[in-house]
């Protein structure tokens, strides 16, 4: 069934919040499924993943939700390669996700390849079909279609992103971060997994998106942040698919030593805190950068994957960037008071404060377009 229709007014002054039924009905998380995370933009981890040539990792693009079976390689001329880790001959998956190896090796360094363990066909690193046994007969064959789909992927610095099937260039996406944040070596941050961790969230996940778009609970839910933020010079910005909420250092809280050709020079910034439509969040603080990955699992349960990538360890737990585990428990607490709320026979749908929930109302509106168009 087509979801039913609800507007999002594009006056903030004026528009209503999302209807209650869009974070507890199966049926829009199916839509949602489909329409917003299918065509997304997703965060896949980095090229450390395929450090040397001639290795392949096999991951799974939104694993619970889209579940969609993925290879990232690194062919012998260096290149990556993003593709398709199903077999186009019966639908075997070629390496076991989370599994990092080397290609098969032939005779010579320059035949190594992926061989399926089923019936024995082989790919070269970069998708092509190579050979199949006992196919001499096939008319038509190979074609195409016995190459392994290649999935569009992007990089900023060397962090990965890739979607089955974009609406929009990745480019249109980070455009507005990498230009603010320019003058940051994200080629030298590196992914510390003692500091990474996953999180299980009994609620939707928009109901999550939602409370991480707002500062306005900060001085209400988080104690530790507000002493680190000032709360009067909380700013957000929005952009066309993504959008930035701006955290200001109290006076004698860490922040960032911005240079002369920072837009933001002269600010004690404590945070960037990005938001990019529908679930990836990349917030910059001081020591480096936590990438906050939303994974819906059902209607009403989320996997929150924190992913920290160091580049000053000398600044960690300091500022608005430590603590993170503790933040995260208090979002957590309130985002699934509001998941019981929303299943009230008494509550519809709420209003939007101008001043605070810009980026809230933004998200919405995305939501409402992705899902109608």
């Not at 507007?7 to 009905?25: F, K, S």
């Not at 990556?80 to 080397?102: E, F, I, K, W, Y």
């Amino acid at each position: 069934m087509p979801t039913p229709r609800f507007e999002i007014d594009a006056d903030i002054r004026r528009a209503q919040t999302l209807p209650a039924w869009v974070y507890a009905d199966p049926g829009v998380y199916a839509q949602v499924r489909e329409r917003v995370f299918a065509r997304s933009w997703q965060f896949i981890g980095d090229t450390d993943a395929v450090k040397s040539p001639g290795q392949v990792h096999a991951l799974t693009l939104l694993d619970g939700c889209l579940g969609e079976p993925i290879l990232l390689t690194r062919d012998l001329d260096d290149r990556v390669h993003c593709l398709s880790n199903v077999c186009t001959h019966r639908g075997t998956v070629l390496v076991d996700p989370g599994r990092v190896a080397s290609a098969v090796g032939g005779s010579s360094e320059r035949d190594r390849h992926i061989r399926c363990c089923y019936h024995g066909r082989r790919f070269a690193l970069d998708g092509t079909f190579l050979s199949m046994p006992e196919f001499e007969q096939a008319e038509g064959f190979p074609s195409e279609k016995d190459n392994l789909p290649r999935i569009p992927f992007g990089a900023w610095g060397h962090l990965l992103f890739a979607s089955i099937a974009p609406p929009f260039p990745l480019d249109d996406l980070l455009r507005e971060a990498r230009a603010r944040l320019s003058w940051l070596p994200i080629e030298q941050f590196r992914f510390d997994p003692a500091r990474s961790k996953d999180y299980l969230v009994r609620a939707n996940w928009a109901l999550y998106v939602d409370n991480y778009l707002e500062g306005f609970h900060i001085p209400f839910v988080h104690a530790s942040l507000a002493q680190a933020l000032d709360y009067g010079e909380y700013a957000c910005e929005t952009y066309r698919h993504a959008n930035l909420q701006l955290g200001i250092a109290r006076p004698g809280e860490a922040c960032f030593d911005l240079p002369a050709s920072s837009p933001d020079h002269g600010r004690r910034v404590a945070a960037y805190y990005y938001w990019l439509f529908p679930n990836t969040m990349l917030n910059f603080y001081p020591w480096g950068l936590s990438v906050n990955v939303v994974r819906p699992l059902g209607v009403d349960l989320t996997k929150v994957s924190f992913l920290s990538y160091v580049w000053d360890a000398s600044r960690l737990d300091s500022g608005a960037g430590a603590g993170l585990d503790r933040v995260e428990r208090e979002d957590e607490t309130v985002v699934e008071s509001v998941q019981l709320g929303v299943r009230s026979r008494l509550y519809e749908r709420g209003r939007y404060s101008p001043t605070r929930e810009q980026c809230v109302h933004h998200f919405h509106a995305l939501l409402a377009r992705a899902l109608h168009d």
